[in-house]
C-alpha cells in the first residue's frame, strides 16, 4: 500500500479517526447483517417468494433510501450547526432502537415506519461520519483516510449480509427476530465503543453563527457540483447495475454462482483498493484519479456493450476487468475533493449533498434504463450507456477546465 505524504496526525486527530471507522463498521454489520434476511422476513418464509411477494419486500425496503433522500440535508445542517458527535451517536442509538422494534413485529405497515427511519439514521451516520474525516484528516492524507473510510464501509456491508445470508439458512423463519435483535446488538457494541474512543478527545462542537440559506448558497456552487454531479451519473449506472446484472449474466451464458464469485471478488478488491488510490490522489492529486476513475466507468460501459452484443469473450472480458480497476480509483479520490471544497462549518451539509445526489442518482438511473428498455430493447441499453458516458465525459472535461475546482479551500473554523 503507498504510505501517505505526511507522518501520522497527533492522537488527538487520530482517535476520532478511529472512532468513525468503528462507528462505520458496526453500522454497515448490522444494516448488512438485517438486509439479507428483510424480505423473508416481512412475508414470512424464506424459500419459494413469489412475484408479489418480492414486490412487498421491495416496497417495504424501499422506504430506506426515500427517507435518507429526504432528509439527509437537514442532518448535515445539524452537524454543522451542533457538532458531529451529537448526530452520529444519535443515528447509532436511533438505529439500534429501530433493529430492536423491527424484532418484535412482522406488520408490513409497521415496517414500512421502522424502515424509513433507518434511512433518516443512516443518512445522519454518513453526513457526520464523512466531515469528521474531512475535519480530522491532513490535507494531504486525506484521500488515504476517505479511502479507508470506503473499505470499512463496504467490510462491514459485505461481512453483514454474509452472516446474515448464513443465518437465513439456518435459522427457521420465524427465528429470524434474532438476526434484527443480533443487529441491534452490533449497533450497540459500536455506540459503545465509539463514544469511549472520542471521550475527552477535542471536537468540532458547532457554530452559533450557522446561517443554512448561506450554506446552501456555499455548497451549491460550481467548484463543488463539479464534484457532486459525477456521483449522480455513476449511480445512475450501479442502478440499472443491480437491476440488469443477473439477467444480462444469464443471458450471456454467465451462472448465478460464477456472477456471486465475480461480485464477492470485486468487493474484497475494493476492500483493499480504496487506501491504496487514496494515497494515490494524495500523492498525484484528485483531479488526476478522478478522471482515470471516469474513464474507467466509460470502459465499463462500453464493455458491457460489447458483452452484451457479441457475448463472453475473452478480450472484452479483459478490458471489463481492467476498467473496473480503473473505476475504483474514483470514490476516494472525490470524497477528498469534496472535503477539500468545503469549510469546516458546512462540510456535513456538503457530505450531505453527496449523499442525496447518489440517493438520486440510483432513482432516476432505475426510472430511465427500464423505460428505455421496456420501449428499444437492447438498444435501449445501448442508448441509455451513451448518455451516461456523454454526461460523466462533460462533467470530467468541466472539473479539469475549472480552476477553482482544483484549489484547496482551508477550514475557517480551528475544532474546539
Known amino acids: 500500500m503507498l504510505p501517505p505524504t505526511d507522518p501520522l496526525p497527533p492522537e488527538e486527530h487520530r482517535r476520532p479517526l478511529s472512532a468513525v471507522l468503528v462507528a462505520t463498521f458496526f453500522v454497515r454489520f448490522g444494516f448488512g447483517l438485517t438486509l439479507a434476511v428483510f424480505a423473508s422476513y416481512i412475508v414470512g418464509r424464506s424459500t419459494g417468494l ?21 432528509t439527509v440535508l437537514i442532518s448535515g445542517a445539524l452537524a454543522d450547526r451542533y457538532g458531529r458527535w451529537p448526530v452520529l451517536l444519535s443515528g447509532m442509538a436511533g438505529a439500534a432502537l429501530l433493529f430492536a422494534l423491527a424484532a418484535v413485529t412482522r ?44 473499505a470499512m464501509n463496504l467490510f462491514g456491508w459485505v461481512g453483514g449480509f454474509a452472516v446474515g445470508f448464513g443465518l437465513l439458512g439456518l435459522l427457521p423463519n420465524d427465528r429470524l427476530d434474532l438476526v434484527f435483535a443480533g443487529g441491534a446488538g452490533a449497533l450497540g457494541v459500536g455506540l459503545l ?42 449511480y445512475m449506472l450501479i442502478g440499472t447495475a443491480l437491476v440488469f446484472l443477473g439477467t ?10 460464477a456472477l456471486a464469485l ?9 476492500v483493499i483498493t480504496q487506501p491504496f488510490y487514496g494515497g494515490l490522489a494524495d ?57 477539500d471544497l468545503s469549510l469546516m462549518m458546512s462540510r456535513a451539509t456538503t457530505m450531505a449533498i453527496y449523499s442525496l445526489t447518489i440517493s438520486l442518482g440510483m432513482i432516476v438511473g432505475l426510472v430511465a434504463s427500464t423505460s428505455l428498455y421496456a420501449r428499444l430493447g437492447n438498444d435501449g441499453i445501448y442508448l441509455f450507456f451513451g448518455l451516461v458516458s456523454t454526461g460523466l465525459i462533460v462533467l470530467t472535461v468541466a472539473r479539469i477546465r475549472d480552476t477553482e475546482a482544483v484549489a484547496v479551500t482551508p477550514p475557517t473554523i480551528p475544532a474546539r
Do not use: K
Open 50 to 70: 413469489g412475484g408479489g411477494d418480492v414486490g412487498t419486500a421491495g416496497l417495504v425496503s424501499a422506504m430506506a433510501p426515500v427517507g435518507e433522500f429526504s
Open 107 to 150: 406488520d408490513r405497515w409497521a415496517l414500512g415506519s421502522i424502515n424509513l427511519l433507518f434511512g433518516l439514521a443512516s443518512g445522519a451516520i454518513l453526513a457526520a461520519s464523512l466531515a469528521v474525516v474531512g475535519d480530522r484528516a491532513e490535507e494531504t492524507r486525506r484521500g488515504y483516510e476517505m479511502g479507508r473510510f470506503d
Open 193 to 234: 465503543a465509539t463514544a469511549l474512543l472520542v471521550r475527552g478527545a477535542p471536537r468540532y462542537r458547532g457554530t452559533s453563527t450557522y446561517n443554512f440559506r448561506t450554506v446552501l448558497g456555499f455548497v451549491f456552487r460550481r467548484s463543488v457540483l463539479l464534484v457532486t454531479l459525477p456521483w449522480l451519473v455513476i
Open 248 to 257: 444480462a449474466a444469464q443471458g450471456i451464458g454467465v451462472s448465478t454462482t
Open 262 to 270: 465475480v461480485i464477492g471478488g470485486g468487493g474484497a478488491l475494493l
Open 283 to 339: 500523492h498525484f492529486g484528485r483531479t488526476r484519479l478522478m478522471t482515470i476513475g471516469a474513464s474507467g466507468f466509460v470502459g465499463v460501459m462500453v464493455s458491457a456493450s460489447l458483452l452484451l452484443a457479441f457475448g463472453v469473450q475473452i478480450p472484452i472480458l479483459a478490458a471489463l476487468g481492467i476498467s473496473v480497476v480503473l473505476a475504483l480509483g474514483y470514490g476516494p479520490a472525490a470524497l477528498a475533493a469534496l472535503a
